[in-house]
């Protein structure tokens, strides 16, 4: 089970960070990925993360303002968000990656339940 917070009504500029809390022991052992949905669009890529942290990827929407991170040891993934704009405005999914391109949302098995955010002008 995958459950996000942190999301909120953030001016633009601002900063957010979401959370992804996962439980099961086999948690970590995933890579894990963040991705966004807007009203009338399809959900995408935001961001990916080895099972070790070791790797990390980014959509370039959000490259050098978005941070994916994680901590096995608390079974919980992050998402600090900077700078942030208007059209960053969706809700936040984290989501265990299965197998496959890692910016396919099918190559996903678990999502959460997500968490809005919304950035004002």
Known sequence: ?????????????GSL??????SGRTSS???MGW???APG????FVAFITWNGARTYYADSVKDRFTISRDN????????????????????YCAAHLTGTYYAT?????????TQVTVSS
């Open 106 to 114: 099918s190559a996903y098995a678990y999502w959460g339940q997500g």
């Open 17 to 22: 960070r979401l959370s992804c809390a996962a």
């Open 1 to 13: 089970q995958l459950v996000e917070s942190g999301g909120g009504l953030v001016q633009a500029g």
């Open 29 to 31: 052992r995933y890579g």
């Open 73 to 92: 040891t608390k079974n919980t993934l992050y998402l600090q968000m900077n700078t942030l704009k208007p059209e960053d405005t969706a809700i936040y």
């Open 41 to 44: 669009k399809e959900r995408e």
């Open 35 to 37: 991705f966004r949905q």
